[in-house]
């Protein structure tokens, strides 16, 4: 490009007036459509995550999603996804196609004007010179369209830097450590008794999720949490290990306020069970002990208690149903005594049975039970379940409870997110959020006494008013009962 108008500029001195207004129409021509390309390469980046999004959701669930007959619905969402991805990468080509004509347009001028100045100074040019001068003009729009294109691509590539720098720069976690003068104790905590003092929680400055809710959970004490949907519960749950921090009040654990220690601190003594529990590839050892800290007899010990190994006598009981043995092998359990268990099967032959990433090898109740065991092995003093038996059949729920309620979980303070209220009609209290406020927290038999009560109207609806209020009455005289023999 540069030759051919330093060629023609010293043959044809008018043409040097022609050369820098097409250098300066080039110029524009590519910082517009630098610009436009710039923006719809970026459109074109976002609109590809929803859809990859999609197709990552679709591969895990896509045996709920033939189960439920729901194909069309997530086929139309799929091609609704890509018509939105197509159309940046649309616009993207046209931008593409509007730069190739206008150069084009302009390459045809270039060459025009060169053959016009050819023709005037026929008698200075000699015919060898004017052939060369005149064959870069006509391919002088291709290599300023290769130019300028690569130019562009080169630069819109950068997008990809520029999102990764985005990310660097979001705000980080606070310190993992605690300060010397913020660090807990060493047998922190002790108790487990948590305060809450005026929280707000918030996911956007200025609005508010939590609006100061305050209330406090003794030593041991079982504590369901209960709610409409968005009233905040596992806003809440989060608030516990800090992935969402405070913008006002604070939650004293042991009388620590845990905004002031750090993260590691915080989340290796308190244990949270999700509704989708998120498991590791690796062993079943791994993901009950990552860190090699608890020896095997404790791991069995953990798993049976959550149901994934059985008792022999269960076992016998269930093979003579069904008219085949379960195989048994004698394990040692925490305390050192000797346990014949019935191994599931299918499930774990050994600690070291292989999990595969995100559990895909286990159902979602079995992940459960996995997370259930997770809290058994760490022996928190603080453990939050979040919907944590919501995938799990009665029975096993049932089972579930009475782990917790029994010795396993005696010194722990359990906050149990639920939608199943038979799962917390027996807890010791019950605290019912509302749009973002504690609304009602007692005990779940005083609750139901209140007729205009948002607990009440929750077990009215459920369709299972006379059991949970048989539930209620039972764990109500049971506490009477202990109380009297205590007085």
Known sequence: MVSVFVIISVVTPPFVIIALLMTLAYTRLGIYYLNATRELKRLDSISMSPLLSLFSELITGVESIRAFGAQNQYT????????????????LWAANRWLCSRIELLGCLVSFSTTILILFNLDTIDAGLAGFVLMYAISFSEYMLWFIRNYCDCEISMNS???????????????????????????????????????????????PVIRGISFAAAHGEKIGVVGRTGAGKSTLSLAFLRFIEAAKGRVLLDNVDISKIGLEELRRNVTIIPQDPTLFNGTIRFNLDPFSEFPDELLWDALKRSHLVHDETSGAN???????????????????????????????????????????????????????ARALVRRSRLIIMDEATASVDFATDDRIQRTIRGSEFANSTLFCI??????????????????????????????????????????????????????????????????????
């Open 318 to 372: 269930s093979s003579s149903s069904s008219g085949t043995a379960s195989p048994t092998e004698s394990l040692p359990t925490a305390d050192g005594s000797a346990c014949a268990v019935d191994r599931m099967s299918g499930i774990f032959k050994s600690l070291d049975a292989e999990i595969k990433e995100n559990g895909r090898n286990l159902s979602l109740g079995q992940r459960q039970l996995v997370a259930l």
């Open 76 to 91: 139309m969402e799929a091609m609704n996804r890509v018509d939105v991805h197509n159309r940046p990468y649309y616009l």
């Open 418 to 487: 639920a939608h199943r209220l038979r799962t917390i009609i027996d807890y010791d209290r019950v605290l019912v959020l509302d749009k973002g406020e504690v609304a009602e927290f007692d005990t779940p038999w005083n609750l139901l006494q209140n007729e205009a009560g948002i607990f009440r109207g929750m077990c009215e609806k459920s369709g299972e008013y006379e059991h949970l209020y048989t539930l209620a009455q039972s764990k109500h005289g049971n506490s009477a009962g202990a109380a009297l023999i205590s007085f």
């Open 161 to 207: 830097v520029e999102r990764v720098n985005q990310y660097m720069n979001l705000e980080q976690e606070a310190a993992l450590h605690s300060t010397p003068e913020n660090k807990p104790p060493a047998d922190w905590p002790a108790t487990g008794s948590v305060q809450v003092d005026d929280l707000v929680l918030e996911y956007v400055p200025g609005t």
